[in-house]
């Protein structure tokens, strides 16, 4: 009862955050909504259970401190629910008029639900058969929540004294927290909890994108989105491996997505600046690559000193990181006083100005790159000519709509990749086995992100006026009623 | 003409892409159509029976229970392991007999769990902490030793 009420919390918290910080945009996209804040709430519950952790406060107090909190944003503001219902209600994917009208559209719909109800089944399939994960799962994640379950007070001692190259302890602590959290107050150390928390992160993933860019698109698009990441067998694997590297993707994309919608119009906004710095700080206290994310991000947002005027640019960078911060503290203080040093960090010295001058280093991981490119995904067949033949097809890329969130976003995209690049580089590991171990991950991980970034800059999208007027959805949803098979790449606002 | 044209190719290509999709949806349906065809009959073949459940899990029950909370413990593997068998047998023993931290590259702790998972059982003529003040506390006759000075 008490695992419920904990699980029950972790939800609530998200849904109500979001909706204190989304506002307006929540009320017209539930589905969005729904994919946001549940992660949101998982990784917002961790930290919370984390910090009064380390504080000497008890699991169930925790939760009691939760609750408190959540009772105080529902006296504050309001009810989320009734709104979010009646928007739900309202926001039909398509009515079934337009599908019978539409065989390809009908088809469409068929394939995105028979792939959903398909990837539960292999996850469900896969998770029978391996339920403690892969490797990285039970020997870093899991072990890491049985570690802090089993000795909620001396686990930080525990995590220090263990090699960070073995158990990678020095990991920051989302999943590995909220696990804990769960077996403690279930006091069983049930396999299902870590596959459902994986299970959650992959599925909102899609969920999230396929919101997204049907918001920023038109419907059908975000179909298409969510079932190229539906149809991706190694995104499915990672997730059903129990790896972080979904969670950190997810993370990455609602910060992406947060990021695109706050500069949707030039009105500045606080609450959804700050929904993707807080997002950000999530991902960095899913994966290390979190780290990175945060640095490429604020440095993509400095391209557009070159075409915003800088004191509205320096205006939203402060809500970014006002929304991070607390994590990142967090952060810095895990890594100061309960991580032991990590691997990377470590093996740096005399030999790292060697290897940045080694051009073969340089060479190999190209070639990894390219090949990465070619065979990613674990498709029966390379993906990338669909992406090229939908640019081709859609008359090209704008970045008229979007262009500061473009130029961020693919700013932020390209960085990632050489950041990527640079620790293959200086990295103390054999460099072959860490390439082969990991550059599949690291891709993974952006997928999704990029995902987005391509839909919403193609071309001839139905673009998204003003949202606060409530005008919008129902707009989208008479073009909809309307909706003809030659017009389905048509402008439709 | 030519935006005719564009819109029939545009509609091509979604089918193109749907078809591609479903086709790619069918292989994975293809390789998992055990579990498929009989959900419940693929739980009940697979379900706990993975390595880790059945082997590992029971084998390293006694360590467990030994040591419920946190110790800092010596950890010796099998001599002559190569480092990937060595390594995974390290990592079992971390990740089954947690809380206790098994510190791998230190020899003189006051516990010592020896984890010898091929042959057995100690060399009592010839081992270093059995010769120098250490004794045998528990013998779980599956590899586990755990010494003690």
């Not at chain 1, 190999?364 to 790159?369: K, R």
């Amino acid at each position: 009862m008490i695992f419920l009420i904990s699980i029950l919390t972790s939800f609530l918290l998200g849904i109500l955050l979001c909706k204190i910080l989304f506002k307006e945009f929540a009320n017209y996209a539930p589905r969005f909504l729904v994919n946001s804040s549940i992660p949101i709430g998982i990784g917002v519950s961790s930290i919370i259970f984390i910090v009064f952790n380390l504080l000497g406060v008890s699991t169930l107090f925790v939760i009691l401190i939760e609750i408190v909190f959540i009772l105080f944003l529902f006296y504050k503001y309001g009810n989320p629910f009734k709104s979010i219902i009646k928007n739900t209600l309202e926001n039909k994917i398509f009515s079934i008029n337009t599908l019978a009208k539409n065989p390809l559209l009908l088809l469409l719909v068929i394939v995105y639900f028979y792939s959903l109800l398909l990837d539960i089944g292999v996850y469900y399939f896969d998770s029978v058969k391996e339920p403690h994960g892969l490797w990285d799962a039970w020997a870093d994640w899991n072990l890491g929540a049985k570690m802090i379950g089993r000795d909620p007070v001396n686990w930080p001692d525990s995590f220090h004294q263990l090699v960070s190259e073995d158990f990678h302890t020095d990991y920051p602590l989302l999943q590995k927290g909220y696990i804990a959290r769960c077996w403690i107050l279930l006091k069983n150390e049930t396999v299902w909890i870590p596959i459902a928390f994986s299970f959650i992160f992959t599925f909102c993933a899609i969920g999230l994108l396929s919101a997204a860019v049907s918001y920023f698109t038109n419907k059908i698009q975000g179909l298409i989105a969510g079932l190229i990441l539906l149809c991706t067998p190694f995104f499915m694997l990672l997730g059903d491996s129990q790896y972080a590297d979904n969670t950190v993707g997810y993370f990455f994309l609602a910060s992406i997505v947060l990021l695109t919608l706050a500069r949707k119009d030039s009105a500045t906004k606080p609450g959804l600046l700050i929904a993707s710095g807080l997002t950000a700080g999530l991902a960095a206290w899913s994966k290390n690559e979190g780290l990175l994310f945060i640095v490429c991000l604020l440095t993509s947002q400095l391209t557009l000193l070159f075409f915003k005027n800088p004191k509205e640019l320096f205006t939203e960078v402060k809500y970014l990181i006002i929304g991070m911060l607390p994590i990142l503290a967090l952060i810095i203080y895990q890594k100061i006083a309960i991580s032991p040093p990590n691997q990377i960090v470590v093996g740096q010295g005399p030999q790292t100005l060697i290897k940045i001058k080694d051009f073969s280093r340089y060479e190999i991981i190209w070639s990894w790159y390219k090949e990465q490119f070619v065979i990613f995904g674990q498709w029966a067949f390379n993906p990338w000519w669909l992406f090229l033949l939908g640019i081709l097809f859609k008359g090209g890329i704008s970045i008229k709509k979007y262009s500061y969130s473009f130029i961020a976003n693919v700013t932020w995209l390209i960085l990632m990749l050489v950041g990527f690049f640079i620790v293959e580089i200086i990295t103390p590991l054999d460099l072959v086995f860490y390439l082969s171990t990991s550059l599949h991950r690291l891709f993974a991980q952006l997928f999704p992100s990029f995902i987005f970034i391509y839909f919403v800059a193609l071309k001839n999208n139905s673009t998204v006026i003003s949202i606060p007027n409530g005008r919008t959805r129902k707009q989208n949803g008479r073009t909809l009623k309307n909706f003809k098979l030659s017009k389905i790449f048509k402008r439709t606002d | 003409m030519y935006s005719h044209l564009l819109k029939y190719l545009q509609n091509g290509l979604l089918l193109l892409l749907i078809s591609f999709m479903a086709w790619q949806q069918w292989k994975t349906f293809q390789k998992y159509k055990e579990g498929f065809h009989n959900p419940v009959a693929y739980t009940k073949k697979y379900y706990e029976k993975d390595y880790m459940t059945t082997v590992l899990a029971t084998r390293y029950e006694g360590l467990r229970k030994m040591f419920p909370h946190t110790s800092h413990i010596c950890y010796i593997g099998e001599p002559g392991d190569d480092f990937p068998t060595w390594s995974a047998n390290y990592s079992f023993t971390q990740y089954l007999a947690s809380p206790s931290v098994f510190i791998k590259d230190k020899i003189d702790c006051d516990t010592i769990v020896y984890n010898l998972h091929w042959s057995i059982h100690i060399n009592t003529k010839n081992n270093y902490h059995l010769n120098n003040g250490w004794h045998i506390v528990k013998d779980f006759n599956n590899g586990l030793i755990v010494l003690a000075r």
